[in-house]
């Protein structure tokens, strides 16, 4: 007894299972998880190493290549990128695709007990390297706290309280604070004064270090207990530290003490320079960054944080202001209610076509058969914990007209049995039982087609896997309801009476005519489509080519970069300049600005860029998407007008895996490549592009040069005045930066006590009168007697590795309505013609490398996707030749594909290839069951001829009804600039492709078959 037999004979448990069925799915529904988008691992850890006080080339020599030495052991390993910079290295870990989020914990800790191995053979004063494998968590939630009149520190205060308040609400994960300034206590000293009293810094730095350090004084056993010993005299305030008695060695003041705050200005502050500033809407911000556990449903997170957050506002002070920067629940939610209610239109329209084209009653069946389908996928989707998100869903409304073929088919088969006096329950159980394996393989062929993404190892295949595997329980469910409920259905709706046959209209009788002349001038038809194909294909170059496309969010970034080696204050100063403009428009929400580093990762496709004091980013929010588009264009044009001594470069948020830049020529060299040589490339390539009207934002990673000062220390002066190196450069930083010589508690926060010269003196002395004290008790020399001079000379303060060899990228961005393949196709034989060393090589990277990693990345899972399909095809007819005729077939919905592209402008990119591969399976679905029926026909004793003619023209209703669901059903996901492409490759390829289905099938089997229009 097979599926439908049982769900004939025993109708009650069918229609309870039916009902529990939808129960089950209406109630999964509500539970599935929500995302903006599909969670992809991000198998990339950071491994950060100070090294305080050396060059650049120091720290990529000494530290950077021992620590890649050490990682480069790990077979899990897929390419090395180190930046080093005076004094800090910074090596990007990227592990192998096939390692997911389940393996990856065991990678991350490997990779730190490699780190923690080579630590010992770091040179001394390194600091010690911390592994950042947290580097894909997004904090999908930015809240600003501003604060009129109030100090960083009183900011922080509140920021603790709402951090701490905000990381107990149920399903966050983890709360971060950017941008809150590191206090600090300093000492301005006069280097003068002391002198004059007699004092070395030494003296005074020693005794602030002992005043305040933590130490065991041990205990006192008194009767049964024993007591600590404390003693007081530990700071409690920067007054204590200024109250500090200093004994005075001068002739004048012998044997006398004085206060420290009689020889310097005590004060408390924060860290200068800071190491990044925070600015919300021009003031000063602190900004609480909030990530949701995984798995959970973000928009509920969301309003739960949100309440805590309201209820915590309502507490702070007047003047302080909460202000969100970037509300994921409220992106998902929008998101998914849009996709919902594109979804509810798609179903919408199939119901209105299968009640138009075959009468409310045959709508009823089918259309209640695809409701049955969907409810179903949404049981399945709650079990295999798949969320609602843009691929989920997209996929839902990409396989809907898939879903209703197999209903059709057997629908169509009932009547037809009807027809021929076959009484209801033999037509229900024939109508079904007889085209089962046809569907069933046409189905799994469909499935098959999207094989290739699940089987990608690659973040691409990570991202859109869930389509393969909501289409697959889509699919198999719906080929399990027509088998089960759509004949009963039938039994119950449709009624038609022996005999009554439709007669065949006019579309039909010219469809039989055209047919036959096609059947008669075989070669011709056949040579006529092979010239279409040709141009197709030919003029496909013409077709815009993108990786992933743009997102719809409202709001874009700009990023700023001054002169390497610019101060922070003075990169902040440009961003408030960009600031001060935006905040005049009123089609702008918000501006936050981040100096010094890129914003903390609240979007997963953006990577933050590097800490360096010479960047800066704006977030801008626009109250209106529509208003984007305007804002950019004009915001480029004031840019270029008014920030002539940086870079700025104005981007929108894309979709899909992170690109930072989509053009990228990188010049990689040995390991010991000289700088200058890989400068020198980088500059001819730059040229190139400068030459270029369609590149624009042309630089390179290394970026400027910076100069450094080079006091030349001499050991034969040294030695005599009793200076040691490290003394010279202990001085100099005191002087100029300061030196920690203690710690001052404050309640649970440690301030570092800091020892510098005097603002006055900072900034008037010149370097060589500077006094250094020498090993000579009570003696000082200037700078200049133990140095044989002092210059200034280049240096480069920016290095980067590729796979252990040095390497320079050439980056720039397309200008608009340009995209980043054409940008590359026009500059691409200049850049071949660069001569390279010996030893020096080019690669592309940006877009075009992960757009050729996606696509190969495709091909391993080609080779099981059409071995399944090539079984199923021989196995349902046991024949070759049906299989050979269905192959054929395929490659030629790229006239449709071509030509729909060609005349809307969309794109052709990642997510429109996923479209030519679903077309693989609708077409190959069509084609089978139109084999079966000419099989069928066959078997009635007709002619060959006769028997393709009469099956073509029997199988135009369901087959292009079936196509026009499809078809149909996707309209509403032409709006979406992420789905567009994909969109039209459907609808024009399908269009197209079914046509071909029932003209150039029919011919292709006559030749294969050798039939003729007269047998005789």
């Known amino acids: 007894?097979?599926?439908?037999?049982?769900?004939?004979?025993?109708?009650?448990?069918?229609?309870?299972?039916?009902?529990?069925?939808?129960?089950?799915?209406?109630?999964?529904?509500?539970?599935?998880?929500?995302?903006?988008?599909?969670?992809?691992?991000?198998?990339?850890?950071?491994?950060?190493?100070?090294?305080?006080?050396?060059?650049?080339?120091?720290?990529?020599?000494?530290v950077t290549d021992k620590i890649e030495n050490a990682i480069q052991e790990m077979p899990e390993l897929k390419s090395l990128h180190s930046r080093s910079t005076p004094g800090l290295s910074l090596v990007t870990v990227e592990i192998k695709g096939e390692y997911w989020s389940d393996r990856l914990p065991q990678v991350w800790d490997r990779l730190r007990r490699k780190v923690g191995d080579v630590q010992s053979a770091l040179p001394t004063g390194t600091v010690p390297s911390k592994v950042i494998d947290e580097f894909g968590d997004v904090y999908g939630m930015l809240v600003g706290v501003i604060g009129d009149g109030y100090s960083y520190r009183e900011m922080d205060e509140y920021i603790k309280k709402l951090k701490k308040e905000v990381s107990l609400v149920k399903g966050v994960a983890k709360v971060g604070v950017?941008?809150?300034?590191?206090?600090?206590?300093?000492?301005?000293?006069?280097?003068?004064?002391?002198?004059?009293?007699?004092?070395?810094?030494?003296?005074?730095?020693?005794?602030?270090?002992?005043?305040?350090?933590?130490?065991?004084?041990?205990?006192?056993?008194?009767?049964?207990?024993?007591?600590?010993?404390?003693?007081?005299?530990?700071?409690t305030s920067p007054q204590d530290i200024g109250d500090l008695l200093v004994h005075v060695k001068s002739r004048t003041k012998a044997n006398e003490f004085i206060r420290i705050s009689d020889i310097g200005t005590i004060r408390e502050g924060y860290i200068e320079p800071a190491e990044r500033i925070m600015r919300l809407n021009g003031r000063p911000a602190i900004v609480l960054s909030i990530a949701p556990l995984e798995g959970?449903?973000?928009?509920?997170?969301?309003?739960?944080?949100?309440?805590?957050?309201?209820?915590?506002?309502?507490?702070?002070?007047?003047?302080?202001?909460?202000?969100?920067?970037?509300?994921?629940?409220?992106?998902?939610?929008?998101?998914?209610?849009?996709?919902?209610?594109?979804?509810?239109?798609?179903?919408?329209?199939?119901?209105?076509?299968?009640?138009?084209?075959?009468?409310w009653k045959m709508g009823v069946v089918i259309g209640s058969a695809l409701v049955l389908t969907i409810l179903g996928t949404f049981f399945f989707l709650a079990i295999f914990g798949i969320d609602l998100?843009?691929?989920?869903?997209?996929?839902?409304?990409?396989?809907?007209?898939?879903?209703?073929?197999?209903?059709?088919?057997?629908?169509?088969?009932?009547?037809?049995?009807?027809?021929?006096?076959?009484?209801?329950?033999?037509?229900?159980?024939?109508?079904?039982?007889?085209?089962?394996?046809?569907?069933?393989?046409?189905?799994?062929?469909?499935?098959?087609?999207?094989?290739?993404?699940?089987?990608?190892?690659?973040?691409?295949?990570?991202?859109?896997?869930?389509l393969f595997i909501v289409v697959a329980i889509s699919l198999m469910v719906s080929w399990f309801v027509?088998?089960?409920?759509?004949?009963?259905?039938?039994?119950?709706?449709?009624?038609?009476?022996?005999?009554?046959?439709?007669?065949?209209?006019?579309?039909?009788?010219?469809?039989?005519?055209?047919?036959?002349?096609?059947?008669?001038?075989r070669l011709l038809a056949v040579s006529c489509l092979i010239l279409l194909l040709a141009v197709a294909l030919g003029t496909f170059g013409n077709v815009k080519q993108i990786f992933f496309p743009n997102s719809a969010m409202t709001k874009f970034m700009v990023d700023v970069w001054g002169p390497q080696g610019s101060r922070l204050q003075a990169t902040k100063a440009e961003i408030v300049k960009i600031e001060q403009y935006l905040l005049q428009d009123k089609r702008i929400k918000t501006v936050s600005s981040f100096v010094g580093e890129g914003a903390p990762r609240f979007y997963l496709p953006v990577s933050p860029e590097n800490p360096n004091s010479a960047f800066g980013q704006l977030i801008v929010n626009v109250h209106n998407y529509e208003d984007s588009e305007a804002v950019t264009r004009e915001l480029r044009d004031w840019l270029a007008d008014n920030m002539p001594d940086a870079m700025t470069r104005v981007r929108r948020y894309t979709v899909g895996p992170a690109i930072t830049w989509t053009f990228e020529a990188r010049f990689i060299g040995p390991a010991d490549a000289d700088p200058a040589v890989l400068r020198e490339l980088a500059e001819q390539g730059a040229a190139i592009l400068r030459d270029s009207s369609l590149a624009k934002h042309i630089s390179t990673d290394w970026r400027q040069q910076t100069l450094k000062v080079v006091p030349e220390y001499s050991q034969i002066?040294?030695?005599?005045?009793?200076?040691?190196?490290?003394?010279?450069?202990?001085?100099?930083?005191?002087?100029?930066?300061?030196?920690?010589?203690?710690?001052?508690r404050r309640a649970d926060t440690q301030l570092p006590i800091i020892v510098r010269e005097d603002i006055n003196n900072r900034h008037n002395k010149n370097l060589e009168l500077l006094q250094i004290e020498s090993s000579i008790p009570g003696s000082a020399v200037p700078l200049d007697q133990v140095v044989d001079g002092i210059r200034v000379e280049w240096e480069n303060s920016v290095i980067w590795r590729y796979n252990r060899h040095r390497a320079i990228t050439v980056q720039a961005s397309p200008i608009e309505g340009v995209t980043p393949a054409a940008l590359r196709q026009t500059v691409l034989e200049k850049f071949e013609q660069i001569k390279l060393p010996e030893g020096y090589r080019l690669h592309w990277f940006g877009e075009h490398k992960s757009t050729t990693d996606s696509n190969e990345d495709l091909k391993p899972g080609m080779l099981p996707m059409f071995g399944v399909i090539l079984l199923i095809l021989v196995g349902l007819f046991n024949a070759i030749r049906p299989m050979l005729i269905i192959m054929l077939l395929l490659p030629f919905v790229m006239i449709g594909v071509s030509a729909g592209l060609q005349l809307t402008g969309a794109a052709f990119g990642f997510v429109a290839i996923l479209g030519v591969m679903s077309l693989i399976g609708m077409i190959s679905k069509n084609a089978i069951v139109l084999i079966d029926q000419i099989n069928l026909e066959k078997e009635q004793g007709k002619t060959p001829h006769q028997a393709i003619i009469d099956a073509a023209v029997s199988r135009v209703r369901p087959v292009f009804l079936a196509a026009a669901t499809t078809v149909l059903g996707v309209i509403p996901l032409i709006p979406d600039l992420f789905w567009q492409g994909l969109a039209v490759s459907i609808m024009a390829g399908l269009s197209f492709g079914t046509i071909l289905t029932m003209v150039l099938l029919p011919v292709f089997y006559s030749l294969f078959y050798k039939t003729h229009s007269n047998p005789y």
Not at 9 to 15: A, G, K, M, N, S
Not at 314 to 342: C, M, R, T, Y
Not at 722 to 742: C, E, H, P
Request: with cysteine.
């Open 1 to 62: 007894m097979n599926l439908t037999e049982f769900s004939v004979r025993h109708q009650v448990i069918t229609w309870f299972s039916v009902a529990l069925l939808a129960i089950a799915g209406a109630l999964s529904f509500f539970k599935l998880g929500q995302l903006e988008d599909p969670v992809f691992t991000v198998k990339t850890a950071l491994v950060m190493t100070p090294y305080p006080g050396a060059s650049a080339e120091q720290v990529e020599l000494e």
């Open 178 to 235: 950017w941008g809150n300034q590191q206090p600090a206590v300093y000492l301005d000293v006069s280097e003068g004064k002391l002198s004059n009293l007699g004092l070395s810094s030494a003296e005074v730095t020693g005794l602030l270090k002992n005043q305040n350090l933590v130490v065991d004084a041990g205990h006192i056993e008194s009767g049964r207990f024993r007591l600590n010993i404390h003693p007081s005299g530990s700071f």
């Open 296 to 359: 959970t449903n973000v928009v509920e997170v969301g309003k739960l944080v949100a309440e805590k957050i309201d209820q915590m506002a309502a507490e702070f002070p007047v003047g302080l202001e909460i202000e969100k920067i970037h509300w994921q629940p409220q992106v998902v939610d929008e998101s998914v209610h849009s996709f919902l209610v594109n979804f509810g239109q798609a179903v919408l329209i199939v119901l209105v076509v299968l009640a138009l084209a075959m009468g």
């Open 389 to 466: 998100h843009r691929m989920s869903l997209g996929a839902l409304i990409i396989a809907l007209g898939m879903m209703v073929d197999n209903a059709i088919v057997v629908a169509e088969g009932y009547v037809v049995k009807l027809q021929k006096g076959v009484s209801k329950t033999q037509a229900a159980l024939e109508s079904a039982q007889a085209p089962s394996m046809p569907l069933l393989g046409a189905t799994i062929i469909a499935i098959m087609a999207f094989y290739p993404i699940f089987a990608s190892e690659l973040d691409t295949g990570e991202y859109c896997r869930t």
């Open 482 to 521: 027509s088998l089960t409920l759509t004949p009963l259905q039938c039994m119950l709706f449709l009624d038609v009476q022996a005999n009554e046959k439709e007669q065949e209209g006019k579309l039909l009788s010219s469809f039989r005519s055209f047919l036959e002349l096609a059947l008669k001038r």
């Open 717 to 744: 002066k040294g030695r005599t005045s009793g200076i040691a190196r490290n003394d010279l450069a202990s001085t100099t930083k005191q002087f100029y930066d300061g030196n920690t010589v203690g710690t001052y």
